[in-house]
């Protein structure tokens, strides 16, 4: 496995980023110890069963600072304005240049290489971690633009946004084509990351047949860092949310 191979990865410990309204569209088209959880059931969705030997309760999805965190517009960060407590710059080509954790960072270098030496694409971070500060500019900016119904399908409410665990990173293609767009799922790079991404530990949050479970709509572009054995069970149980594999509320409304 690619993910596994000895990298050289640049890290620089980082404090906050504020980012721009204008550097970034949006979130959807927009994680101490581990704790144990009782899975609450969707309204509309059921879980799908894993594999015996697969422990759902190994890490908590309510803890921030858990890599398995589920965070969505029924389910807001606690504390909601939470900081990562480490966050790092990969040695890699950035749109913005936000960091994201550590564990995250080695495992994307190790996903872009892969992609690079296997089918020679190139890719780039578009954005990564975004604080509570930022992306409450973020969503005041676009509630003001076009107002807060309109605002709720396109930015995600601070302590909502996945942008704020510093687990999520947005990716765009090198050159660039199609960023912060559905038709990036169309290109080399979108295809690439759809078919791989798990292999590195990444899930393709937003789904375009899931939009009642996440919330949002299909962002190829969005990636988000669960771990290597979350991801393989995942895929091995064609289970495409955390929200379903999990059993935690998700949906368009919040609450």
């Not at 480490?86 to 995250?104: A, C, E, F, I």
């Not at 676009?142 to 302590?159: N, V």
């Not at 590195?200 to 860092?225: I, M, S």
Request: charged share 20%; aromatic share 10%.
């Amino acid at each position: 496995m690619a993910a596994a191979a000895a990298l050289s990865v640049v890290l620089a410990v980082s404090g906050c980023m504020a980012m721009s309204p204008a550097a970034h569209r949006r979130q959807p088209h927009p994680q101490k110890t581990q704790a144990s959880h009782t899975p609450r059931a969707l309204p509309t969705v059921s879980p799908t069963p894993t594999a015996v030997g697969f422990d759902k309760a190994a890490q908590s999805v309510d803890d921030p600072n858990s890599t398995w965190v589920v965070v969505n517009k029924p389910r807001p960060l606690n504390p909601i304005d939470f900081t990562p407590p480490s966050l790092v710059y990969p040695d890699v080509t950035y749109v913005n240049r936000q960091p994201m954790r550590p564990d995250v960072a080695a495992a994307l270098v190790a996903m872009f290489a892969a992609g690079r030496a296997e089918a020679g694409l190139d890719f780039s971070v578009q954005s990564a971690y975004r604080s509570f500060e930022s992306q409450t500019r973020v969503y005041d900016d676009d509630m003001a633009r076009h107002g807060q119904a309109y605002a709720d399908t396109d930015t995600a409410r601070p302590g909502h946004s996945e942008h704020q665990t510093g687990l999520a990173v947005d990716i765009s293609a090198v050159p660039a084509k199609c960023s912060l767009d559905a038709c990036f799922a169309d290109t080399p790079q979108g295809r690439w990351l759809a078919a791989n991404a798990w292999r590195f530990g990444f899930l393709l949050r937003y789904p375009a047949d899931k939009v009642a479970v996440t919330g949002y709509t299909f962002e190829p572009w969005h990636f988000r860092y669960i771990g290597a054995p979350l991801a393989a069970r995942l895929r091995a149980t064609g289970v495409t949310t955390l929200e379903e594999f999990f059993g935690v509320p998700g949906g368009t409304e919040y609450h």
